[in-house]
C-alpha cells in the first residue's frame, strides 16, 4: 500500500493507518462491482462488463445492481414502466432551468436541479426501503431529461418533452436532438450507459455513500456525488480529452509530438492513468472498438487517428495506459453531443451506481468517519485581538 504508516502520535488502542487519498484502504463492504486492476477485469454483480455490454440493455444493469438479479421479462416491463411514467419534470424544476445561465455549467446546472428535485418530492426525508427505490427510479427517470432541456435552453432551443416509450438511451437522444435516433446510435449510447453504471469505490461513489451514512436523504447524496464527479480528476476528464483533440485537429498539430510536448510541459495527459488499474482499463478496450466502428461508419477517421497516435505515445513515453474517459470523449461527440455535455451522461449512467451503492449502505448502516492526522501548531495561547 503506498504511502501507509503506522501513525503512533494519535491516541488510540487500534493502531490507524495513514494513507494520502485513502489510497488501498477498504472502508467497507460492497456485493455490487468489482476491479481486478492487474487482469483489466470489471464484473457487476458476478457478470463480466464485455458479457453485460454484449447482452443487456443499460435498464436491465441497473435493476441488477440495484437487486442482484438480472430481471425476468416481467420484472424488466414493469421496471421500465415505472421509470418511464417519472420523466416529466416538476414545472418549477423546469422553470429553475429556464432561469439558469446560458453559460452555466451543465454539470453544475445537473448539481443544482438534483437538489432541486428533492424539494419536490413528497417522500424525500422518508427511509423507508421502497420509499428510497421510488426515489432512486425517480432521479434516475429525471437526470435525462434535465440534461437534455439544458442543453436545448442554453442554445436558445425549447426542451422537448420526454417519451412515455422506448428506452432511456432511446428517449435521451430523442429530447435532445428532437429527433428520434437510428437504432445504431442508440445502441452505442446503451453501450456507453451500461460501462459507466458502477465502477467499485470511486471518488464520486465513495461520496455519496458518506452523505447517505449520515442518513441525510437521497437527492442530498446524488448531488454531492454529481458535486464530486464534475472534476477533472474524475468524471470531467472526458470533456478535457475531447477538448484535447479538438486542439489537435484546430492547430493541425501532430497528436505524437503534441503529447510530447505537454508531457515535456509536466502537464497531465487526461484519459491516462488511474488509481485502480494497471492495465488497460476494460471499459476503454470496448469504447475503442466502438470509436473505431463509428468512425469507419461516418467515413471519418481522424478522431480514431488520433486517440490512437495519442495512446501510443502515451505507451512509449511515460508507460501509463488509457481510462474510460480517453474514448468516451470521441465516442460521444460521434454521436453528436456536445463536449461540455460529455460529464452529464457519465453522471446520468453513474446515478445507477450511486443509488444501488446508497440502498446497499442504508441496508447496514454504519456512518463513515475517518480521521485525520493533526500536524498543526501546538500549546498556543490567544494574544488579545488589539495587541496582534
Ligand atoms: N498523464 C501524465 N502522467 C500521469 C498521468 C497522466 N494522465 N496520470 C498519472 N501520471 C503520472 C504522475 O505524474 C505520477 O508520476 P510521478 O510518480 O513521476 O510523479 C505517476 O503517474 C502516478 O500518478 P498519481 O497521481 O500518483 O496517480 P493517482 O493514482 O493519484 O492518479 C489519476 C490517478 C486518475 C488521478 C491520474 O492518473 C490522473 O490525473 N489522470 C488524468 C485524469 C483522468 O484521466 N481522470 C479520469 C480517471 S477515470
Known sequence: MADQETVTELTTDEAPIKARGLEGVIALESELSSIDGDKGELVYRGYNIHDLAEHA?????????????????????DFTAHLRSERVLPAPVLDLLRNTPDDAHPMAVLRTAVSALGLYGDEAD????????????????????????????????????????????????????GEEPGEAAEKTFDVCLVLHADHGLNASTFTSRVIGSTLADMYSAVSGAIGA?????????????????????????????????????????????????????????ILRDMVKELSEEAGEMKWYKYTTAIHETMEEEVGIDPNVDFFSGSTYYQLGLDPELFTTIFALSRTAGWTAHLLEQWADNRLIRPRAQYVGARNRTVVPVEER
Not at 57 to 75: A, I, M, S, W
Not at 132 to 156: E, M, S, V, Y
Not at 233 to 246: F, I, K, S, T, W
Open 57 to 77: 440493455t443499460f435498464e436491465e444493469v441497473v435493476y441488477l445492481l440495484r437487486h442482484g438479479e438480472l430481471p425476468t421479462q416481467d420484472d424488466l416491463d
Open 126 to 177: 422518508t427511509m423507508e426501503e421502497a420509499a428510497n427505490h421510488r426515489k432512486a427510479d425517480r432521479i434516475l427517470a429525471q437526470i435525462p431529461t434535465i440534461i437534455a432541456a439544458f442543453a436545448r435552453l442554453r442554445k436558445g432551443k425549447d426542451p422537448v418533452d420526454p417519451l412515455d416509450r422506448e428506452s432511456m438511451a432511446h428517449n435521451f437522444l430523442y429530447m435532445l436532438n
Open 229 to 285: 464527479l464534475k472534476g477533472p480528476l474524475h468524471g470531467g476528464a472526458n470533456q478535457e480529452v475531447m477538448r484535447m483533440l479538438m486542439e489537435v485537429d484546430e492547430r493541425g498539430a501532430d497528436p505524437a509530438e503534441y503529447v510530447r510536448e505537454r508531457l515535456a510541459d509536466g502537464e497531465r495527459i487526461m484519459g491516462f492513468g488511474h488509481r485502480v488499474y494497471n492495465t488497460m482499463d476494460p471499459r476503454a478496450a
